[in-house]
Each structure stands twice: as structure tokens, then as C-alpha cells.
């Protein structure tokens, strides 16, 4: 008799071929299926050669390869596939069994799917893997989320395959029930958004403000990246504009200004605006992505428009100076909009969410990862019921420092005809932020004139509601 395998993979796209020689790579058997069969001779035939990858063309044949408690992994686009192989997987399997959706599905998909499965003895486990292709394959960041009894039987192999942070530890972890593994990697997406916006507007303010050589772009960043702002997508942003095309023009200035989606961060804001979370930075990023793909419409509007003449600044070290700090200001906002989510979620869904861990996931293997994870998971440490990030004394340091640059920055991006949608809405949700008296107190007016829905008053309880007719004239003593 054949020896059983220790996992089995469908769907052989690009991230299902990485992960599985990454398993494999790790001292793991597997199985593998997919619809096309000529992907699965291509790829055993191609690198998955003499490797302890067996092929299977049955889906009945595969589940009976497997190791019990059984495990899929299931590595297709998500939506209707994924409950197509969950609706099939079901019959072959028994209970006990285990199957895992390492696409990039909707949590809500994930909490139903979960509720269904456990119906019939089987756990159900939403793994969002981040890294793309080469995480999938060197190691990604895993976050886990199902049934505790399913996680320990796949956490052996998925700590295995993970990418390792500095001191080691795996990038992986149970994050908690049913859907919150795809929910922390939603929120981890709209961080990437926002944190990806963030450095393209710095890198138009060097361009048009300071006029700096794509040359010179490159050693700030590279500068930056010794420093706070250590990260991997400030690294990868230097080696981006040091190169150069055949006929030596820098190759990013050659690149069509439309910005692509997959709809994560889409995701994120849809989700805070059901929550009431103030995500205001992230959906600007994903506002901003959207803006970009109307380039024909930009193109019309070019001709039709004129904005302000761009003066230089004179001064570029202090210039620069303000915009590493903003840069750095403006990236902690986008956390702390990212870790109120993470919070309205575990509410709504009464998910025992550890945000400091949540954290330490991030530090390897992931778009996201940088220097200041660490202190993320300080923060919590110190206080398990942090309202939000900028409230702990580290981070609130930070801002504190930057607030003239970033207010310099800003008014002369804006002075200059410069966007900066992000670098201003992370302005923008602090000073409201921090302000004691907003001038909500209008709108309630408004809201009261129009549609009789009451308000409360600043000299009474909370709770207690009024209404007035607005029609009537001022109200004498």
C-alpha cells in the first residue's frame, strides 16, 4: 500500500505551485489536484520533479491519499469556486477532517462557510497567506482562522513553511474563529494600500518640489530605510528608482500612472463604513488608485485646467527633513486606523483578537513588514485595552515631533497644486482627532431642521434627546 501523504493542495496557480515546494521543501508529502490536468503533469514533470509531490487526476483519489485528520488546501480564486470544491470536498471527506481556503475570500464567506462545515464534523480553516509569489515560496506570513482543534493540527506544517522574523519566531499564528484570519489580512491589505500611497506622494513632492534626481531619490530612501521608516516597501521603493531602462532613462517614469486593485483595500473601507470606523487615510489610498485608472479622463481634464506655477524649495535638507517625519507621522495614522478596525471586527464578531501578536505576524513574509511592529505589540503589552495607537506614549511622541513638518509639508503640496491625499487625510483624521469640539454640532442642527431626529445638548446627560422646531424663530428667555 501506497504511504499516505501529509497534505493535499487544489489549484495550481502561481501561489498553489510556490506553496507546495515550499511544503515540500520543509520535509512535508503532498498531494495535488487541478482541474486542468496538464498543469498537473506540467508541473511534476517540470519543478515538482522528484519531489515527494504526488499527482492525482480523481478528486476521490486524492482525499484517500491523505494523512488523517485529512488536509486541503484549497488555493483558488475566491467566491463560487471555493464553495464549489467546499460542496464536492464535503462528500469525500469524513468528520474530523480539515479543509483550509488559503485564497483571499471575504470573512463573511469564511464565517458562513465555517458555520456550515462544523454542521458536519468538519473544521474549516480561512488561511490568509501574504508575501505573493516569493513568500509563497520562501515563506509567507500566515493568519490563521477556525476551530482551535483544526489549527493544532495544521500548525506544525503551516510554522514550518512560514517566513521567520529576526528573532526567529514563525510568522504565523491562530488569530482566532472562523472568519478573522481573512479579516486580519483585509486590514493588513488596506495598511499596504495606504502605507503604498504614502511613499508615491513623497515621491512626487521630491520629484516636482525638490526636483531631486531619480539618483538622488534613491539614497534618501536609502537613508530612510537605516532609520524610523526601516521597511520593506521604503527598501524596495529605492531599488525601483535606481533603475534604468536601455536608453538610461529611469524605468518607473516610464510606467503608465494607472494603478491596479484587487480589491482588498476596497474591501477594508467597505467594511468601515458598515462599522462607522473612521478608515479615512486607507480609502483615500483606494480613492487614489481609482482616480488613477481615469487617465484618458485626466489626460481631457490636463488640457482644460491650469494649477499654480511649482516653486522649488530652496532649502532640500530641511525640506527633507519635514518629510521623512511626515512620512513617518502619516504611516503611524494609517496603523492606528488599521488596529481600530481590527477592534470594531473583534467586537462584531466577538473574536478575542491578541493585537499585539497580530503585530509580531507581520515582521516577516509580508508587504508591511517594518521597523516599528515591534513597538505595536509594546503598546498592547502595556495596555491590552488601547483605544488607539496614537494614545501611547511612543507613538503619540512621534507625532507630536513631526506635527510642524507635517503642516509645512502639507500647505506646500498644497500651495503648489501637489495632491497629497493621503499625507492630508492622515493630517486631517488627527486634527479632528485631537480636538475637543468639533463642529458636528451643526450637522445634528441640520439633520434636527430637516428630519426631526434629534440631538443632545452639551449642558445635559448623555442619552437624553431633544428636538426643536426650527421654524418658529429664536427662542426667547
Not at 490563521?144 to 514563525?170: N, T
Not at 534626481?213 to 528608482?241: A, C, K, P, Q
Not at 483615500?284 to 485646467?305: M, N, P, Q, T
Request: contains cysteine; aromatic residues 10%; proline residues 3%.
Amino acid at each position: 500500500m501506497m504511504e499516505h501523504v501529509d497534505i493535499g493542495l487544489i489549484g495550481l496557480g502561481v501561489m498553489g505551485e510556490n506553496l507546495l515546494l515550499n511544503i515540500e521543501s520543509r520535509g512535508f508529502s503532498a498531494a495535488v489536484y487541478n482541474r486542468t490536468h496538464s498543469k498537473v503533469d506540467s508541473f511534476v514533470q517540470g519543478r515538482g520533479k522528484e519531489k515527494r509531490i504526488r499527482a492525482f487526476y480523481d478528486p476521490a483519489a486524492f482525499t484517500a491519499a491523505l494523512k488523517r485528520p485529512r488536509k486541503v488546501l484549497i488555493m483558488v480564486r475566491a467566491g463560487q469556486g471555493v464553495d464549489d470544491w467546499i460542496a464536492q470536498l464535503a462528500e469525500l471527506l469524513e468528520p474530523g477532517d480539515i479543509i483550509i481556503d488559503g485564497g483571499n475570500s471575504h470573512y463573511r464567506d469564511t464565517i458562513r462557510r465555517a458555520a456550515a462545515l462544523e454542521e458536519r464534523g468538519l473544521g474549516y480553516i480561512g488561511a490568509a497567506f501574504c508575501g505573493g509569489e516569493a513568500g509563497a515560496l520562501t515563506g509567507p506570513a500566515i493568519m490563521v482562522g477556525g476551530p482551535a482543534p483544526s489549527w493544532s493540527a495544521v500548525k506544525p506544517l503551516f510554522q514550518a513553511i512560514a517566513a521567520r522574523a529576526e528573532d526567529g519566531a514563525p510568522c504565523c499564528d491562530w488569530v482566532g474563529e472562523n472568519g478573522a484570519g481573512h479579516f486580519v489580512k483585509m486590514v493588513h491589505s488596506g495598511i499596504e494600500y495606504g502605507d503604498m500611497q504614502l511613499i508615491c506622494e513623497v515621491y512626487d513632492i521630491m520629484r516636482l518640489l525638490l526636483g531631486l534626481s531619480h539618483e538622488e531619490m534613491g539614497d534618501v530612501f536609502e537613508e530612510w530605510n537605516r532609520g524610523n521608516l526601516n521597511s520593506y516597501l521604503i527598501e524596495i521603493t529605492r531599488d525601483i528608482l535606481r533603475v534604468k531602462d536601455r536608453d538610461g532613462i529611469p524605468l518607473v517614469e516610464k510606467i503608465l500612472d494607472t494603478a491596479g486593485q484587487k480589491g482588498m483595500g476596497k474591501l477594508a473601507g467597505i467594511t468601515a463604513l458598515e462599522f462607522g470606523v473612521p478608515l479615512t487615510l486607507i480609502a483615500e489610498a483606494v480613492f487614489s488608485r481609482c482616480l488613477s485608472a481615469a487617465k484618458e479622463e485626466r489626460l481631457r481634464s490636463s488640457r482644460i485646467f491650469s494649477g499654480p506655477r511649482v516653486e522649488r524649495v530652496r532649502d532640500r535638507r530641511t525640506f527633507l527633513a519635514d518629510l521623512e517625519k511626515t512620512l513617518y507621522a502619516a504611516k503611524v495614522v494609517s496603523y492606528a486606523q488599521g488596529y481600530l478596525l481590527l477592534r470594531q471586527g473583534a467586537r462584531e464578531h466577538r473574536w478575542n483578537l491578541d493585537y499585539g501578536q497580530i503585530a509580531l505576524l507581520w515582521r516577516g513574509g509580508c508587504v508591511i513588514r517594518s521597523a516599528f511592529l515591534g513597538k505595536i505589540k509594546e503598546a498592547f503589552e502595556k495596555r491590552a485595552d488601547l483605544e488607539n495607537l496614537l494614545l501611547d506614549p511612543f507613538f503619540t511622541r512621534i507625532i507630536e515631533d513631526a506635527q510642524a513638518s507635517w503642516r509645512r509639508v502639507v500647505a506646500e503640496a498644497v500651495r503648489n497644486g501637489i495632491p497629497t491625499a493621503a499625507l492630508s487625510s492622515a493630517l486631517a483624521y488627527f486634527d479632528g482627532y485631537r480636538k475637543e469640539r468639533l463642529p458636528a454640532n451643526l450637522i445634528q442642527a441640520q439633520r434636527d431642521y430637516f428630519g426631526a431626529h434629534s440631538y443632545e445638548r452639551l449642558d445635559k446627560s448623555r442619552g437624553e434627546f431633544f428636538h426643536t422646531n426650527w421654524t418658529e424663530g429664536p427662542i426667547r428667555p
